[in-house]
């Protein structure tokens, strides 16, 4: 059988992803497996239609198509996310339709369910006979039991398109509006208490909605934050994946575009920052894609610290939990603080308008404040997927990221520190071999034990707090 195998890296054949896409294929050879340079030929896939159209075919022709892929921001790379805009936007969607599908990417396990979820949904998109996809940890490859798991994933993929196994969708169409926001004056302006408000947005002529949102959220502040378009900036290209600023940051792209210079000023320069779009398949447009991929150039240390963070979004956002799902995971590893999501899908101006005006005072309180939020289980399990990295295997070629980890305390091991509680949870562990003590502490003792360092807090605690 012939599959068609999308490569969705930047660096081509020369990608670690495409290795396991040619172990598979020297194993069945009696499959034809087409593979197409994607994100890394984007350009040209984009300006000539006779490329793109070339593609097409090929996925006409095929009895199945891999997404093959590594991760980058928590999704696919952003050429690879224009390619499936293009699909769209020159109607060739009947070429995807009825062909089975699945996914195959590589990565350090950072958000790649967040990838598949959106790769899955794309299928279900194109109609697709989508099978169930296989996100290894990068190093999988050179194990045997890795090269196993691959073998039963291309074997179950084949097998599958062999007997037209029917398969359920599992993502619901997306429903689009025609509302049209109208914004009313504002009451009651905000001071930003001299902190640098910054907002970010695509939105061209055409996202009429997503301008007069932005537009309404300004005007809430007493002096309205500095806006800048992406479209205005000079953005040469996607990160290459090339890892050149590992070792001090320095981007490829380095005095070539505007975007390094932007990035350090209007982002990291910033105490708010607002960013600004419009839902765009199961996401926000590539160019959004395209400038989470560049800050790759500060690798993995969080250029968003302490910040406060607002997304305004036009579009059925609620209908795709995957991108609250993505932003939430990033700022949280970040150690942002993401103060809200506001969408126009309550299709009532005047509801708009309040939820601006609430973003705009939550985000100024906060900044006041230096607040941020606890992070959940995403931002926790995220740092320690990087902290474990960073320490070890990824040590180099990230020597930025370990240097910057160790200054700030980044490797903090339970083995490293707590020794008092480790000896005191050791010293229990031994007398609760000893049966009465065990029944007196797991009856009787354990629930008031548990609960009294938090009580002597509480009755510490002085009186009413202030209001600020």
């Known amino acids: 059988m012939k599959i068609t195998v999308l490569n969705g890296s930047p660096k081509g054949d020369l990608s670690v992803t495409m290795q396991y896409v040619k172990f598979i294929e020297k194993k069945y050879p009696q499959h034809n497996l087409k593979k197409i340079n994607i994100a890394s030929a984007i350009k040209k896939i984009e300006k000539n239609g006779e490329v793109f159209n070339e593609i097409i075919e090929e996925v006409k022709t095929s009895d199945g198509v891999i ?40 990565s350090i396990h950072f958000f ?13 998109d194109l109609d697709m006979r989508y099978i169930n996809g ?23 993929f084949f097998s599958a398109i062999t007997n037209k196994l029917k398969t359920p969708k599992r993502f619901l169409e997306i429903k689009n509006s025609s509302f ?19 907002v970010i947005s695509d939105g061209g002529k055409e996202d009429k909605n997503l301008n007069a949102m932005v537009d309404r959220f300004r005007g809430s502040f007493t002096t309205p934050p500095e806006l800048v378009n992406l479209n205005d900036i000079d953005i040469k ?75 305004v979004i036009s579009g059925p956002l609620s209908q795709v939990p995957n991108i609250t799902e993505i932003f939430n995971g990033f700022m949280e590893c970040e150690s942002a ?11 009532d101006s005047n509801d708009i308008d309040a939820h601006l005006d609430s973003l705009a005072e939550h985000l100024v309180r906060f900044a006041k404040a230096d607040y941020v939020s606890p992070a959940t289980f995403l931002g926790v399990g995220g740092r320690k997927i990087f902290r474990d990295d960073i320490w070890g295997k990824l040590r180099f070629p990230f020597v930025a990221d370990h240097k910057y980890y160790k200054k700030h305390g980044y490797f903090d091991f339970p083995h490293k520190k707590d020794w008092a509680g480790r000896i005191k949870s050791k010293v229990l562990v ?23 360092p938090f009580m002597k ?3 510490k605690a002085d009186g009413p707090a202030s209001s600020k």
């Not at 004056?185 to 640098?196: A, F, G, L, Y």
């Open 134 to 156: 296989f996100s290894p940890e990068m190093h999988d490859l050179l194990k045997s039991e890795g090269q196993e798991g691959l073998l039963v994933f291309a074997e179950n």
């Open 337 to 347: 603080n993401i103060a809200g999501f506001i969408t126009d899908e309550c299709e």
């Open 180 to 198: 049209k926001y109208k914004s009313g004056k504002v009451t009651n302006k905000i001071d930003s208490n001299s902190k640098r408000v910054v």
């Open 457 to 459: 807090v509480v009755e």
């Open 237 to 311: 290209g996607g990160c290459l994946g090339c890892c050149r600023c590992g070792y001090d940051n320095t981007c490829v792209y380095e005095g070539k575009d505007g975007y390094i210079d932007f990035y350090r000023d209007k982002v990291m320069g910033a105490d708010i920052l607002v960013f600004a779009g419009v839902v765009v398949d199961r996401y926000l447009s590539s160019d959004w894609k395209r400038f989470f991929d560049r800050s790759f150039f500060m690798g993995h240390t969080p250029t968003m610290k302490n910040k406060q963070v607002g997304f």
């Open 112 to 124: 790649d369910h967040t990838a598949h979820n959106y790769i899955h949904a794309i299928s279900d």
């Open 430 to 452: 031994l007398l609760t071999k000893i049966p009465q003590i065990r029944k007196e502490i797991y009856i009787n003792k354990i629930k008031d034990e548990m609960v009294k």
């Open 67 to 106: 997404w093959a892929f590594p991760l980058y921001y928590l999704l696919v790379q952003s050429g690879y996310k224009r390619f499936i805009e293009l699909i769209n936007i020159r109607g060739a969607e009947n070429a995807f339709k009825g062909k089975y599908a699945t996914a195959l990417s590589t």
